[in-house]
């Protein structure tokens, strides 16, 4: 029996029973009962042709050539309408109203919607591998910004690569440090890939999209590093390393035309290129290039479950990580350059990855594997994507979404919040944190900065910036609460870079700090400098800057110079009160301690001010960001026998830093949204 319809048939459009003759030209004696040479396959490769020389014609239309076009337009429609007949009416020529994932030479594509048709079959029009295939895009023509972003002939990225032991050492960090905070990539394709970057002359066959992966990953391990720990372990300074894997990770990405591909590989290696870059790169052009690497995500189909799309399971699962860890990190990078994700109000339905172990997973399984109870190396980043997952379903009461600043929403009154809050903490310790076990570090980092996220909320919720009316007078009560709000947020900070066993996975958060806690407390600290909670605060202050070396680097940000000013202040006010407390006791005077972490910070803030900074926030206005209410304070008088002496310690005055020794911290003139803002 032929595989085609007879020619009679297609042209009267019925039904071809395919003997021979068929029944048709049988009772049609006129008819002559003749089958077409060419089979589908070959007609397909025909219609392909045609419509590629219709988007060329069109490229370069003249009179000349326009009827020519016409008269191969209806020669290819004619050739689709020859197709539906020959396979029964299995091809379909569908408008684009469902998603789906093509493939054409090799490349797939997604398709959200299509103004043409889509070909589609059950069999010939599809690919060895099952997928539909498309004659109607086209990968050919010059990328966008090829004088810009262009591959360098002269780099050869092959012999770029480290020695066989700095590669190992590299993938051990990146596997010990990186691999389980990140999590885009499968165990087992990451020791694949390392196994053929460290065999002798495995580099050479590499593809351009793998040496991007590779050498993203090797920056990220970079970053994860401090400096002593990349002389000590890898011989060379860690700001050398990062720029030589930065430039060959970047013309990797040029290699493989990053802005246009669909490869998965060469979006893992751009969100990797990304979180790397986060401690050094400028924030606004991360910010820019995190939507292009969002964009092509989107074009490739990530936003769609992949159940949706007929894929694998293991490519389902694949794409979900992938997507979850760009919209995490595009919160992360829109909180520090101060803009607004919108990823909490899009429209895009990709599930959250399972809660599995690797093993669990494999190519060739066709149904997806059952969800482990209790905590997996998923369950890291799995809890990240669990608030965010949540607060995608977070509805005002007509239905709209709130978005990402739904904790400062004005519109939403405390106890509305609240109720949020308190679904998010339900949440996370029904999933994740009564399943953690303190002798494992991966739990004890999921414990800490899950706690300190739900606090986080909760300070959102009391501050300022979440109240209509800030010129109302707090209530006690609710100073209290935020103080012990803000007390918590810190605590958990200092826990997360003071507990030895999550020292490794500190890189990636230790960028982040709650500036606005760390203010409200020296605000506390200065209010209440008489009272026996002052030596709380002051002990917590302390124990912050021994956690964060990097505040003392003033010229940084300018919110640490501005922050040591204010707790200069703050600490005079307490100094103030306990000379005073001293003032009843004769005979019994001792200079108040002051704490040894505020005499490097005055030091320092003494050098920087020294170096050309600009004025202090006692002497300027950044909006109403530091303005300070400088009404003079009532100087103590000095105990008997101590008039004249210099009641401040030695080692330096407060007036050679120019500062109102006797000025009151102003909470209400306090610009908080620039203590959020970044530097």
């Not at 590093?225 to 990405?253: V, Y």
């Not at 004025?615 to 530091?626: H, I, Q, T």
Request: net charge neutral; hydrophobic share 35%.
């Amino acid at each position: 029996m032929n595989t085609q319809a007879c020619q009679p048939c297609v042209k009267r459009k019925v039904r071809c029973d395919r003997t021979e003759p068929c029944s048709n030209c049988a009772r049609r004696k006129q008819d002559q009962c003749i089958y077409p040479e060419l089979s589908s396959a070959e007609r397909i490769k025909q219609l392909e042709a045609l419509v590629r020389s219709l988007r060329a014609g069109s490229e370069h239309s003249t009179p000349n050539n326009h009827q020519q076009a016409k008269t191969d337009a209806a020669s290819a429609f004619s050739l689709v309408q020859q197709l539906q007949n020959d396979t029964g009416g299995d091809v379909q020529l569908r408008r684009g109203t469902d998603p789906m994932i093509v493939k054409e030479d090799g490349v797939f594509e997604y398709l959200e919607s299509w103004n043409g048709k889509i070909f589609e079959s059950a069999t010939a029009l599809r690919t060895s591998d099952g997928y539909p295939r498309t004659p109607v895009l086209s990968s050919t023509g010059s990328g966008a910004f090829q004088s810009i972003i262009c591959r360098d002939p002269q780099i050869d990225l092959a012999r770029g690569h480290p020695a066989p032991q700095d590669a190992t050492m590299l993938w051990d960090i990146f596997c010990r440090r990186v691999h389980p905070m990140v999590k885009i990539s499968f165990d087992w394709e990451i020791e694949q890939i390392r196994a053929t970057s460290i065999a002798p002359n495995g580099p050479n066959g590499l593809a351009f999209q793998e040496h991007a992966f590779i050498f993203a990953a090797y920056l990220i391990s970079v970053t994860s590093l401090s400096e002593d720990e990349c002389s000590r372990l890898l011989g060379r300074p860690k700001s050398i390393l990062f720029s030589e894997f930065q430039t060959l990770c970047e013309q990797a990405f040029a290699g493989s035309n990053f802005l246009g591909s669909s490869d998965i590989t060469t979006m893992q290696a751009s969100t990797m290129y990304i979180i790397a870059g986060l401690e050094r790169f400028n924030t606004r052009s991360l910010w820019s290039l995190m939507g292009a690497v969002v964009r092509n995500a989107e074009r490739c189909g990530l936003h769609r479950d992949g159940t949706l799309l007929g894929l694998s399971p293991y490519e389902t699962e694949r794409r979900r990580r992938l997507w979850w860890q760009l919209q995490h990190v595009d919160i992360a990078l829109g909180v520090k350059s101060g803009s607004l994700s919108l990823t909490l109000i899009a429209p895009w339905d990709a599930k959250l990855p399972l809660n599995i172990e690797d093993e669990d997973i494999d190519p060739h399984m066709l149904e997806a594997p059952k969800e482990r109870q209790g905590l997996t190396s998923m369950s890291h980043c799995l809890w990240t994507y669990f608030v965010l997952h949540e607060q995608r379903s977070f509805c005002r009461a007509d239905g709209s979404k709130l978005g990402f600043t739904w904790a400062a929403d004005k519109s939403l009154s405390r106890v509305e919040k609240e109720v949020l809050i308190n679904r998010l903490e339900a949440g996370l310790n029904q999933r994740y944190l009564q399943f953690c076990d303190p002798i494992r570090p991966l739990d004890v980092l999921i414990q800490i900065t899950a706690r300190s996220f739900i606090y986080c909320m909760r300070r959102l919720v009391l501050h300022p910036l979440a109240h209509v009316d800030r010129s109302l007078k707090w209530s006690e009560n609710h100073r209290k609460e935020l103080l012990d709000v803000c007390i918590g947020c810190l605590e958990y900070d200092v826990a997360s870079h003071s507990n030895a066993s999550i020292q490794h996975f500190r890189w990636h958060f230790q960028d982040y700090f709650q500036w606005s806690a760390l203010i409200y407390v020296l605000v506390e600290a200065h209010r209440q400098s008489d009272t026996p909670s002052a030596d709380r605060l002051w002990e917590l202050l302390s124990n912050v800057y021994a956690a964060h070396a990097s505040l003392s680097e003033l010229h940084e940000d300018r919110r640490k110079s501005y922050a040591v000013e204010l707790m200069i202040i703050a600490w005079k006010a307490r100094e103030n009160f306990l000379l005073e407390r001293q003032q009843h006791r004769p005979g019994t005077y001792r200079p108040p301690q002051k704490p040894a972490f505020l005499i490097v910070l005055e030091n320092r803030l003494l050098k920087y001010m020294g170096a050309g900074k600009p004025e202090g926030p006692s002497k300027r206005k950044l909006g109403e960001a530091e303005t300070l209410d400088t009404t003079p304070a009532k100087r103590p008088v000095p105990p008997a026998g101590t008039q004249g002496r210099e009641l401040l310690p030695d080692n330096i005055a407060f007036g050679q830093l120019d500062l109102d020794m006797f000025a009151e911290i102003n909470f209400d003139s306090i610009d908080w949204s620039f203590w959020e803002a970044g530097p």
